[in-house]
């Protein structure tokens, strides 16, 4: 397939995968999308290691990437950046009461009591510039073709430095004032995400925003994003006028994914009405299966959520508590379980290989496309 987006990219098809699982990234770009590995909670140890076995299975010179967070607002933003110790002490007792308290509600034991250093590392939300360097450092020492920054503008520093190594850049957009702020800032294309994607999304369906985005930005390439899990899903983006689809829940629905059991079976009896959007898990709104734990943070008594990263610093000991237990029978962890996804969720329906998801979506997608010009042709 030739769209705006092959001047850009060399793919078969531009079906643009992002995921936290280097077996899902491998497996897009192994089958003829790109795969774009979510980073920004790797330490700098795991993605190297990531990246060397990506970069093994899929061979030399082929299509793929990396996605960090890059927002303009977060805690610390004015100094830099803030140390892990300086961002603890920011954290209320009223919020860890609260979450505390939540947990025992629902019977979750604690976490074994290991000194904070004999612990596994582990990194955090690493938005602000002095914990993204190194992430960018090991990124750019190896063969991506693509960075994307899934909140924010791309500094102008990582712009540069991406164009100097001929590495392409993209943001995410939710409304069309954040697609023209990544066009001023010099991206070389645009993902419009609309209201129904899984993670950090806003209140913009893909059908309305995707085109006013295309507008707004040409002649910058733009991949629809949010709601796409089919073939019919990524016809419709094309005619939209979207160079290409990025998709993110559909993955967690393969083999391949990350998720867990207890996810999955979440997961396949789903409906696209059973998730919400909860601030709940990294202080902005994130959409994720309602659970016991989304409607906790809704109710009167519930703290404000603290902003980025304070919010996630708090809920990660807690969420690693739920998930820990939430395959054990008779626990009461499911309940709590609300795992970040789209409303495409209700489309999961088993678990397939990632590449049979690839290869559904084209046949789809091809069958979607010469219905349309049946509909158009005279005889
Ligand atoms: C589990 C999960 C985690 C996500 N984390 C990130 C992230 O770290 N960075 C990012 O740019 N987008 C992230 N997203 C959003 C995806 O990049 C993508 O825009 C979204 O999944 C597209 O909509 P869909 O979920 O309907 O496919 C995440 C999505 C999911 C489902």
Known sequence: ????????????????????????????????????????????????????????????????????????????????????????????????????????????????????EQRVKRAGLQVDPKSMTPLLDIAFAH???????????????????????????????GTVEHARRH??????????????????????????????????????????????ANGRQVAASLALGAAGV????????????????????????ARSQDTTRSRSFTGKPCRVLKSAWTEAWEQEDAPQPLPMPLQSMLVDRSRRRVQRVAHKKDSRAPELLSPFIGQIVGQITSIKPTRRVMTEMMEEMAEAIARLDDIMSED
């Open 246 to 269: 990025w998709c993110g829940s559909v993955w967690l629905g393969t083999e391949e994914g990350e998720s867990t059991p207890a996810e999955r079976e979440r997961f396949i009896a």
């Open 183 to 228: 066009k001023e800032a010099g991206v070389d294309f645009v993902i419009a995400q609309g209201t129904e994607a899984g993670g950090h999304t806003g209140d913009i369906t893909t059908m309305v925003l995707v085109p006013q985005v295309v507008d707004a930005v040409a002649p910058l390439p733009v991949l629809a994003a949010g709601g796409i």
């Open 143 to 173: 063969d991506i073709k693509v960075i994307v920054s899934g909140l924010g503008s791309p500094p102008a520093e990582v712009i540069e430095r991406a164009h100097a190594a001929g590495v392409v850049v993209g943001a995410q957009a």
């Open 1 to 116: 397939m030739r769209t705006a987006m092959s001047d850009l990219l060399d793919f078969d098809v531009p079906f643009f995968a992002f995921s936290h699982c280097r077996d899902v990234v491998a497996a897009v770009t192994n089958a003829g999308g790109v795969g774009v590995l979510g980073a920004v909670a790797h330490t700098a140890e795991d993605l190297e290691i990531d990246m060397k076995w990506v970069e093994n299975e899929i061979g030399p010179g082929a299509t793929y990437g990396v996605d960090l967070l890059m927002p303009s607002k977060f805690t610390g933003a004015k100094q830099g950046g803030l140390s892990r110790e300086e961002l603890r002490a920011q954290i209320p007792e009223e919020h860890r009461a609260f979450m505390d308290g939540l947990l025992d509600r629902y019977g979750i034991p604690p976490l074994l009591d290991v000194p904070r």
